[in-house]
């Protein structure tokens, strides 16, 4: 029993978790389905348990009122129950069915004109205010959104969403967002970068091949950090365009790198090409 407490405790602080909890060890979906399914657990025991009560309830007042009285009592709930049924199905006792019957008679057959059941017609009701309800809340008072809004909204909520992931992730950069840094992480994946695709035209230091020296003070196409996100990103006469092998945050990082070994002065540097631009 003990045990069984402790389960359930256990459950409990987990399911009733999300609702303070912000960083939880789970997912939300786990922690809202243990949530949920907490308390329908808790239900389920509420029930048996009031199942039980009731249960003792009835034996105690069996022992208070002794066996024949009991018998009667049990006698007289049975016969209020069933015409509790009968009032909710609209049925008519058998004796007064000779007031139903219809005129005319096909082969011996006749039919009996019964009532629409009470339960049919409350259910009915209950669709009509609905209706009017519905109506009301979506059309007259538009306090609710319709479908079609309600898709919208959600769609607005997603981008919105997405713009903000895509930013943080560093997706989204173009070469008028790109930020200039010397962050030691962002240099160093620029740093590979450039090893691996720009070393076999600019030089491993930079000092320049078949492409121009990018450590001097000279550029054909501008030294801001926006310039060179966009020279690598489009490309310009042979210098290749990157766009489609390298990610924004790539281009970004190796953009970085570029700005970072300016004025290093490799060793065999390329002569200028260019015109000189000031700092
Ligand atoms: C196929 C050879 C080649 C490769 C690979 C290459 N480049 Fe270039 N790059 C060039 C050439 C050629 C130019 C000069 C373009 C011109 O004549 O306008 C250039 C120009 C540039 C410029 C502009 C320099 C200035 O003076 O304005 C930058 C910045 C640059 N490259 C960076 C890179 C980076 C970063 C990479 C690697 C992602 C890279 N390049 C890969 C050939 C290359």
Request: aromatic share 8%; hydrophobic share 45%.
């Amino acid at each position: 029993m003990k045990l069984l407490r402790l389960i359930f405790l256990s459950l409990l602080v987990l399911g009733v978790q999300p609702a303070f909890a912000e960083d939880s060890l789970l997912s939300p979906e786990t922690m809202n389905y243990i949530g949920y399914g907490t308390i329908i657990v808790a239900l389920v025991a509420v029930i048996i348990a009031l199942f039980l009560v009731l249960k003792a309830v009835k034996l105690i007042t069996k022992a208070i009122l002794g066996p024949e009285e009991a018998a009667a009592v049990a006698e007289r709930k049975k016969a209020e129950s069933s015409e509790r049924w009968i009032k909710l199905l609209s049925l008519k006792p058998m004796s007064e069915e000779h007031t139903l019957i219809l005129e005319g008679e096909y082969d011996g057959i006749q039919e009996l004109d019964n009532p629409t059941p009470a339960w049919f017609m409350y259910l009915f009701y209950v669709t009509i205010a609905f209706g009017i309800g519905y109506l009301l809340i979506y059309h007259v008072f538009k306090t609710a959104p319709l479908q079609y809004d309600e898709y919208k909204n959600e769609v607005a909520i997603a981008a919105k969403e997405k713009a903000a992931l895509l930013a943080k992730t560093g997706a989204a950069v173009d070469e008028k967002t790109v930020k200039l840094t010397t962050d030691a992480a962002v240099l160093t994946s620029g740093k590979s970068i450039f090893t691996t695709r720009c070393s076999p035209c600019h030089g491993m230091d930079g000092q320049g091949v078949i492409g121009p020296n990018l450590t001097d003070d000279f550029w054909l196409h501008g030294n801001k950090i926006g310039d060179i996100f966009k020279t690598i990103k489009y490309g310009i006469n042979t210098m290749p365009s990157w766009e489609k092998l390298l990610s924004p945050k790539e281009i970004s990082d190796v953009s970085n790198y570029v700005k970072s070994i300016h004025g290093t002065n490799p060793a065999n540097p390329k002569a200028p090409q260019g015109v000189k631009v000031a700092d």
